[in-house]
C-alpha cells in the first residue's frame, strides 16, 4: 500500500512538473501547411499551374523578402480569380496572405513582402468563380548577413 | 497622409487596369520574437487591408505574422469610374487607419 | 618587314600609355553592387523603396514649426530641394565649433540653436526621416568631403580606428572591408563598406537607421563593447570613410540586408 502512494505521489509531482516545463514553440510543418490549404480546398482537385510566384531564389534576410504572386485568368464576370491564399512550411505559423479579388481587378497579381524564418518552399492557391483551385511554388534559400544588432 | 506612402495614378482612362501600392509604417511584430528579457514580445500586426473605389470594395488581403514590417501591398483594379479610393488598415491594438486618394477616370 | 613591326610596337605602347593616363580603373564597390537583383529593385523604385516611407515623414517634418522659435526648416531654408549637395559633404566643423559633426548633429544643432528645441537622441524617427530627406536631395551627386584642413586629425583617428584590432574577434574593419572584401561570410558577401546610402533601411532593423547604428552592430560583430552613443569615434571613423568613399555617388536612401 505504502509502495503505491510513494508511486502515486511521484507519478503527481513529475506530472505537476512537466505541464510546468516551457511549451516547445509551435512550428509549422509541411504537414501543417498541407493542414491548412486542406481548409481552403476541402476534398477538390488541386491543379498545378497558371499561378506563378515571383519570388527571389536567394534573399540576403528572410525579413523582408518581396512576393509577387500572378494567376493566368480572364478576370471577367463569367471567369476570375476570387481568391488567393499563400502558405509556407517552415515559419511558426502555416499562413502568409488570403487576398480577396474579382473582376473589378483586371489582373490578378498581387504583390507584397514577406518574412521566412528559414530556407523553404511557399505555396500559392487561387481559387476561381468557376470553382476551380490552382497552384503555384517556389523555394525560397534564406541567407543571413553577419554583424547583427544582438549577437546571435 | 502621416505614416502611409501610396501610389496611384492621378487620371486613368475608362477601361484602364491600374496599378494600386501602399505601404504603411507598421512593425508587425509577429508575437514570436522574445525579447531581450527572454519573454515574448507580445503579437502586434495589421490583420486586414481593404481597398474600395467609389465605396465598392475592390480588393482586400487578410494579413498574417508572415507579412513583413511596414507592409507593402501593390495590386490592380479597372478604372470604371472618377472618384475616391480609399485604403484601410486595421489591425491589433485598436489599429485603424483610412487613406483617401482622388482619380479621374476619363 | 622591320620598320612595319617596330611602328606597330611603338602604336601598341602609346595606346597602352594612353590608356593608363585616363586614371585608374575605379574598383570601389557600393554595397548596392553586392546585393541580388531583388534588393536592386527595392531600392531603385521610388514607390516601393521603404526608405521613402520616412522621406515622406521627413517631407512633414521639414514643414512643421519646432521648438519655442515657432520655425521650421523651410522657415529659414525654404525649399528642401536647396539642400542639394549638403549629405555630400559631412561630416563637417560647423560655423563657431571645433570638432565636426555628422549630418544627424548638424540637424540637432539647427534645432537647439535656431530652433530652441530639444536635440533628438541618436535613431530618433524624425531625426532619421529629416536625415533621409536631406540626403535624398543628394542622391546622385559625388561625396565631396570638404576641404577643411582642420578635418584633418579627425580623419587620421578615422584611421587609425579603421584599422584598429578591436573585440575578442580582434578584427579590424580592414581586415573584412579591405582585405577581405567580396569574399562571402555567414552566406552573404561582405561589402566593401561605403557610407553611400545612409541612412539606410536595413531589413535586420525592419526600419531606417543612421550610420552610427550600423557601426554599432559592426563592433557588435567583432564582439567589441560599443562606443558609447555620443563618442567622437563614430564622427572620426565617418570622417574617414566619406574620404575614403570620395567621388562615390550617393544613393540614399539605400535598402540593404
Redesign the interface.
Known sequence: MTACKLQRRTFLAGTALVTMLPAA?SHATPEAMAAAIKEVVGNATVREGKVTLD??P????G????L?VSVESPMSEADHVKAIHVF?EK???P?????????????A????????GDSQRIVAIAVTSKGEFWSGSADVIV?????????T | MANVLINVPKTARRGE??EI?AMILHP?E?G?RPG?SGRIIPRNIIERFTAT?NG??????????????N????????A?ESGTIALRWTGDEGFAVEERVAITVA | MKAARAVLGLVALFAATWAAAQGTLETRRSGYQD?????R??QDDDTAN?GMLFVQLGDQAWSRPAGTSGKSCADCHGAVAGMKGVAARYPAIPPGADKPVDLGGRINLCRTGRQQAEPWPAENRDLLALEALVALQSRGEPIAPPADPRLAPFRERGAEIYRRRQGQLNLSCAICHDDNAGKQ????V?PQAHPTGYPIYR????TLGSLKRRL???L????ADAWPLDAMEYVELETYLMDRARGMKIESPAVR?
Open positions: 514553440a519570388v527571389p536567394l534573399i540576403e534576410n525579413s523582408t523578402v518581396p509577387t509556407n515559419n511558426p505559423q499562413y502568409v496572405f488570403d487576398a480577396t479579388l474579382g473582376p473589378a481587378s483586371g489582373k497579381v498581387v504583390g507584397t513582402r514577406i518574412k521566412l541567407t543571413l548577413a553577419a554583424c547583427l544588432e544582438e549577437m | 487596369v491600374i501600392k508587425m509577429t514570436f531581450t473605389w465598392t470594395e475592390v480588393f482586400s488581403m487578410a494579413m498574417s505574422p508572415a507579412i513583413a514590417a507592409p507593402f501591398v501593390s495590386f490592380f483594379a479597372v470604371r | 546585393m541580388g537583383p531583388a534588393l529593385q527595392m521603404p561570410l555567414a552566406g552573404v561582405i531589413l535586420e532593423w525592419q554599432r552592430n559592426c557588435v560583430g567583432v564582439r540586408p
